[in-house]
């Protein structure tokens, strides 16, 4: 490091060093992909490598953990999923239900929506990216009555609640 004007070191200060840490776990996280995949040294780059957690609460006030991601526990390992997991939020309102999926970089075109009285299927093939997640749902709900919106990269589903048997609907997206 530069000599000071008064002679000694310039310290950068300890919470600096964070950095070259981050540095060199994203360097092991690498090596680590490249072992359980047996992919080559001289690969530059393979993935992309996504994966997060959410934390909410759910109506009782408990907290609930969401993963996301394309990265999923195996009893071997590791294992990258070729379509991602989008961040999913459910929202349960009086007389229906709200689902918002963050599903960026796609056209609402290759965004297919199918659901029953207790699921969503959410699946998205576009050129560059995929998501793909299946959603149980907290209350039963009317396919027919499905709306969909696509907007900077948000999706958002609008499902009525049901009171007795219902059947299946694809929904388009708008």
């Known amino acids: 490091m530069p000599e000071g004007d008064r002679g000694r070191k310039r310290r950068f200060p ?17 090596e680590m992909m490249r072992r359980a995949f047996e ?4 690969t530059k780059s393979f993935g992309p490598y996504v994966y997060g957690f959410s934390v909410s609460l ?7 953990i ?9 009893t071997v390992g590791p294992r990258v999923k070729e379509e991602r997991e989008p961040l999913v939020d459910i929202i349960q309102e009086n007389d229906e239900i709200a689902v918002f999926a963050e599903v960026p970089g796609v ?3 290759d965004i297919r929506l199918h ?8 699946s998205v093939d576009s050129k560059g990216r995929k998501y793909y997640k299946e959603l149980e749902l907290p209350a039963q709900i009317l396919p027919a009555s499905a ?18 048997k219902t059947g299946e609907k694809q929904i388009k997206v708008e």
């Open 14 to 30: 300890r919470w600096f060093h964070v950095f070259d840490e981050m540095e060199k776990m994203e360097e092991m996280m690498d």
């Open 39 to 42: 992919i080559p040294k001289e």
């Open 58 to 64: 759910d109506p009782e006030g408990k907290p609930m």
């Open 66 to 74: 969401q993963q996301f991601g394309n990265i999923k526990s195996t």
């Open 107 to 109: 056209e609402k075109d």
């Open 115 to 122: 659901s029953n009285e207790k699921n969503l299927t959410i």
């Open 147 to 164: 709306k969909a919106s696509y907007k900077h990269g948000v999706l958002e589903v609008r499902l009525k609640k049901a009171k007795g």
